[in-house]
């Protein structure tokens, strides 16, 4: 009687349940990965801007306070972003005739906005206040990155909930002097440990379970 599979049909067959076995066992791996990916979160894409502003030159090399163009980080739930007035005060007078600045210009001249492509959106159900943050120790850097250093500005972290819940759980590892919240490089000193908790207390934090309650940042 002729045989209906070949010899090495068994392995063929074996080694192909294999290979669905081990690719069912990485898809999880394989989403995890993607999910955190650049691709997926933004971190560290620099989207393209109706002009190609650089923090590192205004606020790094020319050291302009952050606040002169984020007016409101300090008093209200969102920083802030400079009307074209603000960008007109310095560059009706530098850089006047720059071609890379014609949008700004244009702007100006039609009193129109320009219109950023936003980098750091939270989503409807999250309430985040940036003045309750900057104003309880908590800088500028902690959530966006060494902005001073960046050329064209890019996204430093995926603001997923751990993320925040991490602080919450801990203030008193991410708190700082408020002289230090502008400050972009600042780094945790070597006595954090003791500093920490004391910022906490005299910021009258209350860590622990009361930050971490829904409401708080579900409402």
Not at 11 to 19: I, K, S, V
Not at 26 to 35: D, E, F, N, R, W
Not at 48 to 60: I, M
Not at 77 to 102: F, K, N, R, V, Y
Request: positive net charge.
């Amino acid at each position: 009687m002729r045989q209906l599979f070949a010899p090495g049909a068994d392995a063929l067959l074996r080694l192909a349940l294999l290979t669905f076995a081990a690719c069912l066992a990485a898809l999880p791996v394989v989403g995890a990965g993607l999910v955190r990916s650049s691709y997926v979160t933004g971190v560290g894409v620099a989207p393209a801007q109706p002009v190609p502003f650089s923090h590192k030159h205004h606020a790094g090399e020319l050291k302009i306070d952050c606040r002169y163009c984020h007016t409101t980080v300090e008093t209200q739930a969102t920083a802030g972003l400079p009307p074209t007035q603000t960008c007109m005060t310095c560059h009706s007078q530098i850089w006047s005739g720059s071609d890379m600045l014609e949008p700004v210009r244009a702007s100006y001249a039609k009193d129109q906005p320009l219109v950023w492509t936003r980098l750091n959106k939270l989503p409807g159900y999250v309430y985040y206040n940036h003045a309750v943050h900057v104003t309880n120790g908590i800088g500028c850097s902690t959530c966006h990155g060494s902005v001073t250093d960046m050329q064209l500005t890019y996204r430093a972290n995926a603001f997923e909930m751990s993320f925040c819940l991490d602080c919450h759980r801990n203030p008193e590892k991410y708190v700082r002097p408020k002289d230090q919240i502008l400050n972009m490089t600042w780094s945790p000193p070597a006595n954090q440990a003791t500093l920490g908790p004391d910022l906490v207390r005299q910021y009258h934090i209350r860590g622990g379970e009361r930050l971490t309650e829904c409401g708080i940042c579900h409402r």
